[in-house]
């Protein structure tokens, strides 16, 4: 069965920090991976995707995502958070018909 | 291209009462799912559909019914609403290509249940 699992609930970094949210997934067949950020009281917006080719995965924002295939891993990072990154991040796994989410990570960022 | 609408955004509900959560996309995917928010829990699948006319159970199917008899539209019914689907019902739309998947999803409806 697919899961995903998002071992931060939560996390606080310095405004201009690096930041890494860790995802792992468990997938029987190839996974399609996602990275989507959920403002409060907002909807979800991607911020990348894999699906095949190219392990480092460049998204909007300044994000970008390595998929791991050994480590079963798909580690969102961005080398200097802003204040307006403060938000609830969300991993996903799935195929084209549905997705299965982890539980979220939410990022706090600190003057 | 309004992509995926969600009617409506706001609901309250007394237990024991129905309603239909509307969903549409003016996009021809073939796909379409129905996800609940709730605090901690991330999204969950409640049902999904390949395609006109077919339709399969998620994670949290109970107490909902879906149907579809168009590509358009997949309505989300809840047949005796109780305070436990109090949520945040997020509807998506995809579709499978060259590039690999593609996913819109709504702005979501925030549902009460009193």
């Known amino acids: 069965a697919q899961s995903v699992t998002q071992p931060d609930i939560h996390i606080t970094v310095s405004e201009g920090a690096s930041l890494e949210l860790r995802c792992n997934y468990s997938y029987g067949a190839t996974p399609y991976l996602f990275w989507y950020v959920q403002s409060p009281g907002q909807g979800l917006q991607l911020l990348l995707k894999y699906f095949s080719g190219d392990t480092l995965v460049q998204g909007i924002k300044g994000f970008e995502a390595e998929f791991k295939r050994s480590q079963s891993s798909f580690n969102l990072r961005k080398p200097s958070v802003h204040w307006s990154d403060a938000a609830e991040y969300f991993c996903a796994v799935g195929s084209g018909y549905a997705l299965n989410f982890g539980k979220g990570t939410s990022l706090l960022v600190t003057p | 291209n309004a992509g995926v609408t969600q009617t409506p955004k706001f609901q309250v509900l007394k237990t024991g009462q129905s309603m239909t959560l509307q969903c549409a996309q003016d996009?021809?995917?073939?796909?379409m799912s129905w996800y609940r928010q709730d605090p901690g829990m991330g999204l969950r699948l409640i049902h999904y559909?390949?395609?006109?006319?077919?339709?399969d159970q998620g994670e949290v199917p109970n107490g909902y019914n879906v149907s579809r008899s168009t590509t358009e539209d997949f309505p989300l019914r809840l047949l005796s609403a109780a305070p436990s689907q109090t949520s945040v019902y997020f509807c998506?739309?995809?579709?499978?290509?060259?590039?690999?998947?593609?996913?819109?999803f709504g702005s979501g409806t925030r549902l009460t249940v009193v």
């Open positions: 996009m021809n995917h073939e796909y």
């Open positions: 998506a739309s995809s579709y499978s290509g060259g590039s690999g998947y593609g996913y819109t």
């Open positions: 559909s390949v395609g006109a006319g077919i339709t």
